[in-house]
């Protein structure tokens, strides 16, 4: 039991190492500059990635909108 468990918590840490990979590279394709997030713990880095992006969505959701509303 405690085997598979190890085994579980092995392949969460790697989605989850996935899973940032993956955040990361939409925060550069953006533009985004990540600097000082190396030393948190991996879930506040997933959360904080996944809301830098959201809040970046929203704004460019405003600017479309900013853009329809002058045309």
Do not use: Y
């Given at each position: 039991?405690?085997?598979k468990l190890l085994l579980s918590l092995?392949?969460?840490?790697m989605d989850q190492k996935?899973?940032?990979?993956?955040?990361?590279?939409?925060?550069?394709k953006r533009g985004g500059i990540l600097g000082?997030?190396?030393?948190?713990?991996?879930?506040?880095?997933?959360d904080f990635l996944k809301r830098v992006l959201a809040v970046d969505d929203l704004e460019r959701l405003r600017?479309?909108?900013?853009?329809?509303?002058?045309h």
């Open positions: 039991m405690a085997r092995a392949e969460v840490t996935k899973r940032i990979e993956q955040l990361e590279a939409e925060v550069r000082g997030i190396d030393n948190l713990p991996p879930e506040i880095v997933e600017d479309d909108e900013e853009t329809k509303k002058k």
